[in-house]
């Protein structure tokens, strides 16, 4: 089924001209087949469960919405794909980071500053002190700790068994709630448009007739008045 072009919205900020990151995925992704759609977000959230900053939820969020404007694209699949990439990613950056250790964190740090300073590692480690393996599956649901749980569970030497639990729950419940949530917020999103554009067609007409009659009425009122004879003043 073809798929409608989409204009990309933008946004100006001073003299420059920012696309919103969003539509720009999505954009994207509606150029590729529908089987490539899965594989992109399997890859896209797998490299940044291994430790690799990408946009992983923009990228999910975008297909999952593409999956609800029938483009073929079928949710239970994505979201299992989404699942599949993320505790595999996971588990490869928990493997990368027991193997690496703090060195790793150290040579991350200067490579992505941004994404993995000092600072950062400090709060991922305090999350990790304070909740142990949940730190894990509340840690898909936080940009953040997203891209930090696979590598620093691994270099703070976390049982993988606990790991594993909190990694597979946390996938499922991350890839495949987002999936679905979007997909039945952008049917539900459609319905809505169609049953308003027929209710503004309806409110339209009917409003129309209205003011007609209300019109018609206005002008009768002003006949009746230019037909009533006028009064003849009394004689003195």
């Known amino acids: 089924m073809g ?14 001209t920012r696309e919103e990151p969003a539509v720009h995925v999505q954009e994207w992704l509606d150029t590729v087949p529908a089987a490539a759609v899965y594989a992109v977000v399997a890859l896209v959230i797998g490299l940044e469960s291994l430790g690799i900053p990408l946009p992983g939820e923009i ?12 483009t073929g694209i079928n949710p239970v699949v994505l979201g299992a794909c989404a699942t599949a990439g993320a505790v595999i990613g996971d588990s490869i950056g928990y493997a990368i980071g027991r193997k690496g250790g703090r060195p790793l964190l150290a040579w991350l740090g200067r490579k992505f500053p941004k994404h993995f300073g000092e600072g950062h590692v400090a709060t991922a480690e305090r999350s990790f002190e304070k909740w ?8 898909r649901f936080v940009a953040l700790l997203r891209i930090f749980a696979g ?22 419940c991350w890839a495949g709630g987002t999936t679905a949530v979007v997909y039945y917020v ?8 169609k049953r308003f554009s027929y209710l503004g067609l309806v409110a339209a007409v009917l409003i129309g007739l209205a003011s007609m009659l209300v019109i018609k009425r206005r002008a009768k009122k002003a006949q009746a008045r230019q037909r009533e004879p006028e009064p003849v003043p009394a004689g003195d």
């Open 59 to 70: 990228v999910l969020v975008s297909a999952a919405l593409m999956s609800s404007q029938h």
């Open 151 to 172: 590598p620093l569970a691994g270099v703070l030497h976390m049982p993988y068994w606990k790991f594993l639990i909190a990694n597979v729950l946390g996938g499922i």
């Open 132 to 139: 142990g393996m949940w730190a894990v599956f509340f840690g």
């Open 3 to 16: 798929r409608a072009a989409q204009a990309t919205p933008r946004v100006r900020t001073g003299t420059a």
């Open 186 to 193: 952008g049917v539900v999103a459609e319905d809505w448009l």
